[in-house]
Nanobody, 125 residues
Framework: QVRLVESGGDSVQAGGSLRLSCAAF????????MAWFRQAPGKEREGVSSINGNGGTIYAEAVKGRFTISRDNAKNTLYLQMNSLKPEDTAMYYC???????????????????WGLGTQVTVSS
């Protein structure tokens, strides 16, 4: 059974940094695309960043230059380094995993059947 467990969410002031982690259990993690999504109250879930098994990455325009996604295949763990945080980054952040080993080139919830329960990030001005 696939299980994704996020951690690292916190409350920070604008301009601060956080690093989110996502540990994957029961899942052949190394070759599959993994991603971060976020959802603010009253808004749809949106893609933040993804990383394919070959290391290729995608970032949403809103986070380019501020966020960095990475993965440690030996530890079955996905990371999201978030710098220069803004109040509009406030949301529940979710880790997601693809089923297929093929590379993905878009941030769509439809491509990710496995989800964690989320970790809350709150950025105050």
């Amino acid at each position: 059974q696939v299980r994704l467990v996020e951690s690292g969410g916190d409350s920070v002031q604008a301009g601060g940094s956080l690093r989110l982690s996502c540990a994957a259990f029961g899942y052949a993690y190394g070759r599959r695309c993994m991603a971060w999504f976020r959802q603010a109250p009253g808004k749809e879930r949106e893609g933040v960043s993804s990383i394919n098994g070959n290391g290729g990455t995608i970032y949403a325009e809103a986070v380019k230059g501020r966020f960095t996604i990475s993965r440690d295949n030996a530890k079955n763990t996905l990371y999201l380094q978030m710098n220069s945080l803004k109040p509009e980054d406030t949301a529940m952040y979710y880790c997601a995993a693809a089923f297929s080993v093929r590379s993905l080139f878009r941030l769509s919830t439809k491509d990710f059947p496995y989800w964690g329960l989320g970790t809350q990030v709150t950025v105050s001005s």
